[in-house]
């Protein structure tokens, strides 16, 4: 029975230390309480715990912008998060979950800003038809976890260049996103603002629980920054990706081509390069080149700028941009 509600707000926009504070607050929640975390993250594409994020986002593009890649212990599909959205998470021991209300502390949130908030069969909360928030959930050892987004003010236009699939043929057996009409809150009311919101959300929570609450106090952090290297860290985010085949091809004045790599944890397992190039010698370059190199473009970049002559490897390197990976 919860008999205690507490919050802690993160001053961090930082996806992997955010993170990272969510799984302290999931191990260290007392048996009668309840948490509510709220926490910002700046320019950040988020995959579930199953997802491939190779396919999921374009990768390359997001950290050209200075944007971040991150993994989070749920399910679900990829969401895009910046200081115009505000994340949730209600945190308790396992027997205390209750969605139900959980749900009702967003609507009744939405209602003290003005705005008329419904649960969607997918476990998505509408307004006007449209998506403000996705939620996703995690349970273990007795304790379970529930999160989501809020679209207050976000960047659509950003949402929408990262989490479009990359234009290469790419097959996975990962669990793909469900892209929703989505919609800011400050469309409804342009007043709105990310503060308002996270004083709506401390007070909807005492509201639906009955109960003051009070807040949780972190007084040593080093647990959460050892958590927060490990979360950043190029093998968690890329390492769970499922096997997948890529492939793309294209014509060039010196023959056509087609390529298709094998990818297995990010890494090009083998590859089949098919050409009618006059070089005979160029299908089993391309070959050593591919083979054990990391998926990403730039990785590509170097070893095929270090083993073939222009102009054919400034071809290929405009082929495999051209796919937006």
Not at 3 to 20: C, D, E, G, V, W
Not at 122 to 131: E, S, Y
Not at 171 to 198: W, Y
Request: neutral net charge; proline residues 3%; glycine residues 6%.
């Amino acid at each position: 029975m919860i008999s205690k509600l507490q919050f802690y707000i993160s001053n961090y926009t930082n996806p992997y230390r955010n993170l990272a504070t969510e799984k302290f607050l999931f191990d260290n929640v007392a048996d009668d309480c309840l948490i509510l975390y709220l926490w910002q993250n700046q320019n950040t594409v988020v995959v579930g715990k199953n997802q491939n994020a190779l396919t999921e986002c374009k990768c390359s593009l997001l950290e050209k912008e200075g944007g971040f890649l991150a993994r989070r212990l749920s399910g679900g599909g990829s969401v895009f998060h910046d200081l115009g959205n505000l994340n949730f998470t209600f945190l308790c021991k396992t027997e205390n979950y209750d969605l139900t209300k959980q749900m009702q502390v967003i609507k009744e949130a939405c209602a003290l800003g003005g705005i008329f908030a419904e649960i969607s069969g997918r476990n998505d909360i509408l307004t006007d038809g449209r998506k403000f928030s996705g939620n996703a959930f995690y349970n273990s050892k007795g304790k379970s976890y529930h999160h989501g987004t809020i679209l207050i003010n976000a960047d659509k236009e950003k949402l929408q260049r990262y989490l479009t699939p990359p234009k290469a043929k790419l097959q996975t057996k990962g669990v793909k996103s469900v892209k929703s009409r989505v919609i800011n809150l400050s469309e409804i009311n342009p007043a709105l603002t990310v503060e308002d919101m996270k004083e709506y959300m401390l007070s909807a929570f005492e509201k639906v629980y009955a109960l003051p609450i009070e807040e949780f106090k972190i007084s040593d952090t080093e647990e959460i920054i050892t958590l927060a290297k490990k979360y950043s860290a190029w093998e968690y985010l890329y390492a769970p990706s499922l096997p997948f085949t890529f492939s793309c091809d294209g014509n060039f004045p010196w023959g056509n081509i087609e390529i298709q790599l094998d990818v297995k944890s990010g890494i090009i397992q083998s590859a089949q390069i098919f050409t009618d190039a006059m070089d005979h010698t160029l299908s089993d370059m391309l070959k050593e080149v591919f083979s054990g190199c990391i998926f990403r473009i730039e990785e590509m970049e170097k070893s095929i700028l270090s083993k073939i002559s222009a102009p054919v490897s400034t071809d290929i390197l405009k082929l495999l941009k051209d796919q937006e990976l």
